[in-house]
């Protein structure tokens, strides 16, 4: 039963168990629908888990870039941090857009930060 079951929901379907009365293939039908119905969901669930990973990956990247920023301009300021404040401001500001703007950090309405 379990070799049928897979070979009939994997779509490979040899042909060498196959359903004989119609009570069977009604049974059949019903298990290759109720199988495809458990294995979207199962999928859906792998699909969702993945996109939050991504998610977390991603906020984890534009974090890493912005402390790339300070780095790069503590290299121009020779040496000296900015000031924590202006730091923090500029941490919220992101972190904002981040939050409400998802891939739009630095958009067309910011052209005069740049």
Same mark, same amino acid.
């Given at each position: 039963?379990k070799?049928?079951?897979?070979t ?9 168990f196959?359903p ?17 119905a ?9 699909? !969702?888990?993945f ?6 990956q /991603?906020? @984890?990247? +534009?974090?890493?870039?912005? %402390?790339?920023f300070?780095?790069?301009i ?6 000296? !941090? ?6 923090k401001?500029? /941490?919220? @500001?992101? +972190?904002?857009?981040?939050? %409400? ?7 067309e ?6």
């Amino acid at each position: 039963m379990k070799y049928f079951s897979f070979t009939t929901l994997s779509t490979v379907g040899f042909g060498d168990f196959e359903p004989k009365s119609n009570t069977e293939r009604i049974f059949v039908a019903f298990g290759m629908l109720g199988g495809v119905a458990i294995f979207s969901s199962v999928l859906g669930d792998f699909i !969702e888990m993945f996109d939050v990973i991504k998610d977390i990956q /991603e906020d @984890y990247q +534009e974090f890493s870039k912005l %402390n790339q920023f300070f780095g790069l301009i503590k290299n121009f300021n020779r040496g000296n !941090e900015i000031d924590l404040n202006l730091r923090k401001e500029i /941490e919220r @500001y992101f +972190e904002y857009r981040w939050f %409400n703007y998802k891939n739009l950090a630095l958009g067309e309405d910011d052209k005069d930060v740049w």
